[in-house]
């Protein structure tokens, strides 16, 4: 299976602020990542496939980027209502999640 | 809009059987993968199978191989998860997934999980 290991565990930023989120895998898995925002209590949202492009309704502020093994989300200005655990996803292969970042507003 | 609405979990005892069901509604169901996936409370996440629009192709995690079985009916727009031989690790919220592009993609839809306890 392919492991992928997201760095840190946890983020505390401030409002207005830049989030970058790490993702790496232990093999190359193309462009084939996904980020997810899950908050307490509620089901993971998708955010971003393909590595860098933003599914439906996701706003401009998150972005994706990256390709082979090594891959970011970065939040460009930190609202409150993106706190929250952010999960990476590979599905070159059968798919597999890393263990989550939590961002928290400082 | 796309709803995926997860039943059938409950209290179960180690080495018995569940069957998880999922109802979909708000797209055309047969023209997509599906998948389920699973989450300890308090945990991270965790893919337990896909299927394909067809059930041609089918995938599962290494910790639930041959003891759980993913199925759909494309009639009844549902889903199914067969899990058989419990253990109190497979104990988590079951999610429903649908999966654009086959059976091993990344889900763009998910349910709000049906919760497994598997305890004595």
């Known amino acids: 299976d392919i492991v992928m290991t997201q760095s840190p565990a946890t983020l505390s930023v401030s409002p207005g602020e830049r989030a970058t989120l790490s993702c790496r895998a232990s093999e190359s898995v193309s462009s084939n990542l996904a980020w997810y925002q899950q908050k307490p209590g509620q089901a993971p949202r998708l955010l971003i496939y393909g590595a860098s492009t933003r599914a439906t309704g996701i706003p401009a502020r998150f972005s994706g980027s990256g390709s082979g093994a090594e891959f970011t989300l970065t939040i460009s200005s930190l609202q409150s209502e993106d706190s929250a655990v952010y999960y990476c996803?590979?599905?070159?292969?059968?798919?597999?999640f890393g263990q989550g970042t939590k961002v928290e507003i400082k | 809009e796309v709803q995926l609405v997860e039943s059938g979990g409950g209290l179960v005892q180690p080495g018995r059987s569940l069957r998880l069901s999922c109802a979909a509604s708000g797209f055309i169901f047969d023209d997509y993968a599906m998948q389920w996936v699973r989450q300890v409370p308090g945990k991270g996440l965790e893919w337990v199978s896909g299927?394909?629009?067809?059930?041609?192709?089918?995938g599962y995690a290494d910790s639930v191989k041959g003891r759980f079985t993913i199925s759909r009916d494309n009639a009844k727009n549902s889903l199914y998860l067969q899990m058989n031989s419990l253990r109190a690790e497979d104990t988590a919220l079951y999610y429903c997934?649908?999966?654009?592009?086959?059976?091993?993609?990344?889900?763009?839809?998910w349910g709000q999980g049906t919760l497994v306890t598997v305890s004595s």
């Open positions: 996803q590979q599905y070159n292969n059968w798919p597999t």
């Open positions: 997934a649908r999966a654009p592009y086959g059976s091993g993609s990344y889900p763009d839809y």
């Open positions: 299927i394909s629009w067809n059930s041609a192709t089918i």
